[in-house]
Structure formats: C-alpha cells, structure tokens
C-alpha cells in the first residue's frame, strides 16, 4: 500500500514519500484530462459520500468531478439539507452514515478534529475536505504539486504564505507538507492574524510582507475574510490591501521566476489586486486542475488502487 | 466483637490505623474512638475499652473526611448529568464528607429558598455535606445584588456566580464590602472574556497547530490581579478558584504577602496536565481555565507547597456523554473529578515529592474547611466524625465503569492512579467503601 492510513486526515500524518507518491498518481491523471475521454472507471460500484457541513462551492464540486471521473457512485449530503441542522451530533450522523454501508466519506466541518473523529468512529476511509482552521490536506496537495510542477524539488525552494493564518487550514496543511518535503516556508500576516507557536513547526515569521516576498520563488495569497472572522483583528479592507495587498507593485520587485497561487475564491483588490490575479505570474487555473487530480489520487490509492496498473489507463 | 460494615455501632474504635492531623502523617500506629457522630478521642497505640467495638484498620492511613469547594451537581436544571443523590455518591467514592456547590444551576441558586432546596436534597441522600454558593447577581446576569445575608442565614457559605465572571468590577467591589460584613468569601472565576474572546482551549503552540481559538493567559491573569486589588481595596474576603497560570501564581503570591485577605485553590488537572493534552481534540479535556503550558504545571505544584495556593478543588463539572462526544470547539467546558482528586494529588504531587501525604490531606481537607469555616475537616477531639480510611498506595486504572456520579467525563480516564479511598465516614456512619 501507497498510503498506510485508511484515511486522509492531514499533511500532518502523512510522510514526505507518501505525499510524493500521492503526487505521482496525481501526475498520472492529470495526463488524462487532456483527452477526449476523461474517466478511469475504476471505482464503479463504490459509492462515495462527500458531507459538506459547511457551504463550499469549488471544493465540492472538485471532489465530485474526481469521483465521477473515477466512475464512483455519489451521494451528496449538505448541512442544510441534512437533519444535522435540526440538532443531531455529528456522532449520530456518523453512525447512519456507517449503517449505510458506503466506501468512502469525504468530509467538510466547521469544527476542527471533525474529520479525525469520523475516520476514529467509522470503518470505512475518510479524506478531510477542511475541518475548521485545522488542516485542508488535499488543497495542501494541490498547492505543491503546481509548485513542483514549476519549481521541480522544493528542497531550499523559499515559499511565503500571506494572510490570515489564524484562521486558515489551507496555511497549516502547507506548512506541514512543504516542511516535509525541504521547502524554506515563511508566514506572513498581521500580528494579530499569526497565532503562537508555528515557528516551532518550521516555519519562518514575518509581519513586514516586503522582507517577506524579498527572495520567495511562490507567494501563496490566502483568501481574506474581514467580515467573517477578522473584524476584531485587522482595521479594514483599505488597510489590509495596502499593507498585505499583493499589488503589482509588490509583483514587479519579485524574483524574475516567482509566481503567485491562491486557493480562491479571490477578493479582487483585497488580498490581490486584479492585475496579478489576471497577470502572467499567477498560476490559479493550474491549480483548480491540479485539484481533480489529486482528489482522484486520493480515492484511487485510498481504495487499494495500483498505480502501477495506471499506467495503460494514463 | 465483630465489626460489620453494614451495621456501624453508635461506638466504635478504629485501630491500627496511621492517623493524619496537621498535615502530619503519623509515622506509628495509633486510634480513633468514635462516639454518637463525634470524635471521643484519638491517639497513638491502642486502648483498651471494654465492650467498645473494634475496627482493624490494617494499617490505612486515617485521614480527616476530605472536603471540596468546588463542584457542579447540576441539580435543579440538568439532572440528566448530575443530581445531588448521585454527586454525593461520587464525593463518598472519592473520599469527602462536604463539598461546596456552585451557583449555576437552572434555575440559578440566587435566593435562600434554592439554598434551602440544596441542603434538603443534600439531607434527603445522607452521604455528604451539602454547602452551597449562593449567586453574587440575581441569574448570574452580572447586574444587581443578591440578597446575601438571607442566603447565609439559610446556609450559604461563599458568593460566586460560578463559571460566569463578574464582568462589572464596581459590582464585585461592593459584594466584596457586603460579604465581609457577613464572614463569607466572594469566589471569582477570574476571566476577562474580553481577552479571552471565544476561545476553546489555551492559546500556544497547540492551539496554533489545531487551528483551535486560544485563550491567552492574561485573561485569566488580568481578571486576578483585577478582583485581589478590589479585595485590597475593601478589606473583603476574596477566594480565588481554579488557578492555572504562573502569572496568576504570583499575584496572589505578593498580595498574599502585603496582607490582604486572599486564598486560593486549584484543580487537579493544572497541576499534572498540559494543553498537548488536545492534541486529538477530545473534548475531555476542554476546561475552563483551559489545560495550560508544563511551566504553569509547575508553578501551579509549587505554589501548592510553598502555601501560595492553598487548597485542592476538584472543580466537578459532569457533562452527558453527548455532550462531549461533540468536536471540541462545540463541547462545553468541564471534566469531573471529586472520584479522582486524592488519588491525581498522591500520583502527581506526592509520588514526585512535591508535597509529602500529610500536606496533601492538608489541602483536601484541613484548609478548604478553615477558608469556609466548615465542620469536618480535622480529626481532633469533639469534632465531627467524617473521616476516611485510604490507602496511599494502591493503584488502579480509570475507567467509564469506575464512576459514582452519573458522568463520565474525566480527563484521567485510561490512566493509573495511585491512592484509593477504601471508607468513607461522615458523622460516624459509613457513606462509602471499597468493596473490592
């Protein structure tokens, strides 16, 4: 077996040669997409259960187009829709899921250590689609496969993640998985947005985001939700955008070679200004595709999928 | 004659036992001769009193019936997590004959009718002294005074409105001045939620790694130093509860030192757990204060021994095994602990030489009496017959199955402890014993 858990909790869990196989696999169907054909039927039969606790458009929707492309049968399973709303725990849930008999749950949960408790209470595999500001593994995935596919190894690579860490699983999963494999990661944010600690895993920190960029070959641009969770801890829009906004200005002092990623959506103007977010240096569209592939990597390997057998399918 | 557990005379010897007053063990063998609920006298050796029933205490260590000034039984309001019958279970199982209730039940105990209604239910299950909190503020709502000297009257020992702090400074100055008239203390739960914010568990290393909102140390820290000024200020009695940082430590420390009239107790998880305990995000261990850094563990068992904390409170708060199956950010705070707090102290405090077995009695016992001015509490000549047979050394692991209370939300639970409470004694009648 590729992987040694039956679940996808975290980068947290899981080691620099798993992520690296991971990312293999992930390769191998992204060679798929750009034929005419695209499904690998491989997972007809299996159904799959993607439990969106909480709203989310491009990450549901990535997982379902991975799962259809894997030909699995899919039953989608939202909070608001779901009895879930009226009071039940997520205990009971998790037993009618397990009463169901199905392969494999996908999971997003406002409540960081969801997903950790449904892979401990039920049998069947568990992939993390975001639980809390814990961790969002397979955007961290996503994330440094596109890194790689640019950067090759990302031994001493310099990657700079800016915005609100605090409240951000995409920070923490790339934290973990860009340490793994040798990259230099620094974070990047107000004070009041960097919580305790996260130098103890690695990471490098810095307020001043123009010390922070100097020598980075990847910013990372995380998205800013001031109204949401932040509005005790940062002023405002205008005054984010002119002391963490990645501006064109910000752009043109870059490395020649650097790039710009964002896990999206974007607020235009916000966190990016809408001449990087549609300039030359930005790598967005790869990395909404590289998230299929990797999401079918997952349910592939994670289903007891061969990746030697990949390579008639690719 | 012969001694059965199920029938206790009104007169009876208890020998060959290894007493423990004045936060002495006693390092030889001695008795305790009970008489109609009191003690009638006790010593070194053994007497001979002719016709007196005989009790061998197998060389246990005799210590005063322990006491607990902290604890939730839920009741009137949650009965589904706690009752007065059941916590008074548990307290027998863990060795005490007295504990002080907390306020916030539903409704809020906050007139002398509710603090009637809790010593009733505490008589009506007979197994151990029922001393209620009564509310500083009507509701606990922060706004507004209780009528403190009708609740004192009815039995009302301390002033507190529990786990919610008393937010309004100029009301906990004037409770402060109304108590001190009264010989009661005020009780913070020291919390500036303002810092605090919505946090879960203690803001550090771990809370940044889980993604968790922290609650930062000076919340706690400020709201201390806040109510011992007040306290300076007016001359009140004010008991600090559940200390868990090093900065808080040395605030009671020094006004401990320029006089004023300050005590304070902590709970048995901030001395022996630490926040990498959430590491799996099981909300047994989500607690407010929340589980803190290894240097406020330490300083937390310090001041235990140099006296700058002065008593040891379980801090029982039984929540549903639903409840606490929720992901941690939802769980509500709270772990239970009168069944495990001798047997935490012993394996933490006394085992690693902290505190020796005498001063940790001491803390459970002797101290939280003396604060609240509660009978029991010692064992000397004319006092009240609770007292409990333990043995400092047997170990045992904790398990769901171990509980008297109707909760199982301990934050020990897997783990062996060492010290077991073998009988428990409140007025000279049996409340509790191991029946193993």
């Given amino acids: 077996m590729i992987l040694q858990s039956k679940d996808v909790l975290g980068l947290e869990d899981l080691t620099a040669e798993e992520i690296l196989a991971v990312l293999d696999v992930a390769g191998r169907f992204r060679a798929v997409f750009d034929r005419p054909v695209r499904s690998v039927p491989i997972m007809r039969g299996r159904t799959v259960v993607n439990f969106f606790h909480e709203p989310s458009t491009r990450t549901r929707i990535s997982f379902e187009l991975a799962e259809k492309r894997l030909s699995a049968d899919i039953i989608n399973f939202a909070a608001a829709t779901s009895s879930f709303s009226k009071g039940e725990t997520l205990r009971d849930t998790a037993e009618n899921l397990a009463a169901m008999k199905i392969d494999m749950l996908i999971v997003r949960h406002s409540s960081a250590g969801a997903a950790r408790y449904l892979a401990k209470v039920l049998d069947c595999s568990v992939i993390n689609a975001g639980d809390g500001a814990h961790e969002h593994p397979t955007q961290g995935l996503l994330d440094i496969m596109t890194m790689r596919q640019r950067l090759g190894d990302l031994r001493g690579k310099k990657v700079t993640i800016i915005g609100d860490i605090t409240h951000s699983r995409v920070a923490r999963s790339n934290l973990w998985g860009l340490v793994k494999l040798g990259a230099e990661v620094t974070l990047c944010g107000p004070p009041t947005m960097i919580p305790a600690g996260l130098d103890k895993l690695g990471a490098t920190i810095e307020y001043d985001l123009h010390k922070a960029v100097a020598d980075a070959d990847v910013l990372n641009v995380l998205r800013i939700q001031l109204e949401r969770h932040a509005s005790k801890s940062f002023p405002g829009n205008r005054e984010y955008n002119r002391m963490y906004g990645i501006t064109g200005d910000v752009v043109r002092k870059l490395k020649p070679d650097a790039f710009i990623m964002h896990p999206g959506p974007m607020n235009r103007d916000v966190e990016i200004a809408s001449e990087v977010a549609d300039g030359p240096r930005q790598v967005i569209l790869d990395q909404v595709a590289n998230g299929v592939a990797v999401r079918m990597a997952l349910i592939y390997l994670l289903s007891g999928g061969d990746p030697g057998a990949l390579g008639g399918a690719a | 004659m012969e001694w059965s557990w199920q029938r206790i005379p009104a007169e009876y010897l208890v020998t060959n036992v290894r007493l423990c007053r004045n936060g002495k063990l006693a390092k030889r063998k001695g008795f305790l001769h009970v008489r109609k609920g009191r003690i009638e006298g006790l010593g070194m050796g053994q007497p001979s009193l002719e016709g007196v029933p005989v009790l061998d205490g197998a060389g246990l260590?005799?210590?005063?019936?322990?006491?607990?000034?902290?604890?939730?039984?839920?009741?009137?309001?949650?009965?589904?997590?706690?009752?007065?019958?059941?916590?008074?279970?548990?307290?027998?199982?863990?060795?005490?004959?007295?504990?002080?209730?907390?306020?916030?039940?539903?409704?809020?105990?906050?007139?002398?009718?509710?603090?009637?209604?809790?010593?009733?239910?505490?008589?009506?299950?007979?197994?151990?002294?029922?001393?209620?909190?009564?509310?500083?503020?009507?509701?606990?709502?922060?706004?507004?005074?209780?009528?403190?000297?009708?609740?004192?009257?009815?039995?009302?020992?301390?002033?507190?409105?529990?786990?919610?702090?008393?937010?309004?400074?100029?009301?906990?100055?004037?409770?402060?001045?109304?108590?001190?008239?009264?010989?009661?203390?005020?009780?913070?739960?020291?919390?500036?939620?303002?810092?605090?914010?919505?946090?879960?568990?203690?803001?550090?290393?771990?809370?940044?790694?889980?993604?968790?909102?922290?609650?930062?140390?000076?919340?706690?820290?400020?709201?201390?130093?806040?109510?011992?000024?007040?306290?300076?200020?007016?001359?009140?009695?004010?008991?600090?509860?559940?200390?868990?940082?090093?900065?808080?430590?040395?605030?009671?420390?020094?006004?401990?030192?320029?006089?004023?009239?300050?005590?304070?107790?902590?709970?048995?998880?901030?001395?022996?757990?630490?926040?990498?305990?959430?590491?799996?995000?099981?909300?047994?261990?989500?607690?407010?204060?929340?589980?803190?850094?290894?240097?406020?563990?330490?300083?937390?068992?310090?001041?235990?021994?140099?006296?700058?904390?002065?008593?040891?409170?379980?801090?029982?708060?039984?929540?549903?095994?639903?409840?606490?199956?929720?992901?941690?950010?939802?769980?509500?705070?709270?772990?239970?602990?009168?069944?495990?707090?001798?047997?935490?102290?012993?394996?933490?405090?006394?085992?690693?030489?902290?505190?020796?077995?005498?001063?940790?009695?001491?803390?459970?016992?002797?101290?939280?009496?003396?604060?609240?001015?509660?009978?029991?509490?010692?064992?000397?000549?004319?006092?009240?017959?609770?007292?409990?047979?333990?043995?400092?050394?047997?170990?045992?692991?904790?398990?769901?199955?171990?509980?008297?209370?109707?909760?199982?939300?301990?934050?020990?639970?897997?783990?062996?402890?060492?010290?077991?409470?073998?009988?428990?004694?409140?007025?000279?009648?049996?409340?509790?014993?191991?029946?193993?």
């Fill in chain 2, 61 to 436: 260590v005799c210590a005063p019936g322990l006491v607990d000034t902290r604890v939730s039984f839920r009741e009137p309001g949650n009965e589904q997590m706690e009752t007065v019958a059941a916590g008074s279970r548990a307290a027998a199982a863990g060795g005490f004959t007295a504990v002080v209730t907390m306020s916030g039940t539903e409704p809020v105990i906050d007139n002398s009718g509710m603090v009637r209604y809790l010593i009733d239910r505490g008589r009506e299950a007979g197994l151990c002294r029922i001393h209620p909190t009564g509310a500083v503020s009507p509701g606990r709502l922060g706004e507004g005074m209780c009528e403190y000297g009708d609740m004192v009257a009815a039995g009302a020992v301390a002033f507190s409105d529990d786990d919610v702090p008393v937010a309004n400074g100029g009301l906990m100055s004037n409770a402060l001045k109304l108590t001190r008239v009264l010989g009661v203390p005020v009780i913070t739960h020291a919390e500036d939620r303002t810092i605090v914010g919505r946090g879960a568990m203690h803001g550090g290393y771990w809370s940044g790694r889980l993604g968790l909102a922290g609650m930062a140390r000076a919340g706690e820290d400020a709201a201390v130093f806040r109510d011992v000024e007040l306290a300076r200020a007016t001359g009140g009695h004010l008991h600090v509860a559940h200390v868990s940082t090093k900065g808080a430590v040395e605030i009671i420390r020094q006004a401990k030192a320029a006089g004023v009239q300050v005590t304070a107790e902590t709970a048995p998880h901030y001395f022996s757990l630490d926040h990498s305990r959430c590491r799996d995000f099981s909300p047994l261990y989500k607690v407010n204060p929340p589980l803190r850094e290894p240097d406020d563990v330490n300083a937390v068992a310090e001041a235990l021994a140099d006296g700058t904390l002065d008593n040891i409170a379980s801090d029982h708060m039984p929540n549903t095994g639903t409840e606490k199956e929720y992901q941690f950010d939802q769980a509500p705070f709270g772990a239970i602990g009168l069944e495990t707090s001798l047997a935490v102290g012993i394996t933490y405090l006394v085992n690693s030489g902290i505190l020796d077995l005498g001063q940790l009695i001491s803390c459970l016992s002797e101290k939280p009496a003396r604060i609240f001015d509660l009978p029991g509490g010692r064992l000397e000549e004319g006092a009240e017959a609770d007292f409990v047979l333990l043995d400092p050394d047997r170990t045992w692991t904790v398990t769901a199955d171990s509980f008297q209370s109707r909760s199982t939300n301990s934050a020990f639970l897997g783990e062996t402890l060492s010290g077991r409470v073998l009988a428990t004694f409140l007025r000279g009648r049996l409340t509790w014993h191991d029946a193993d």
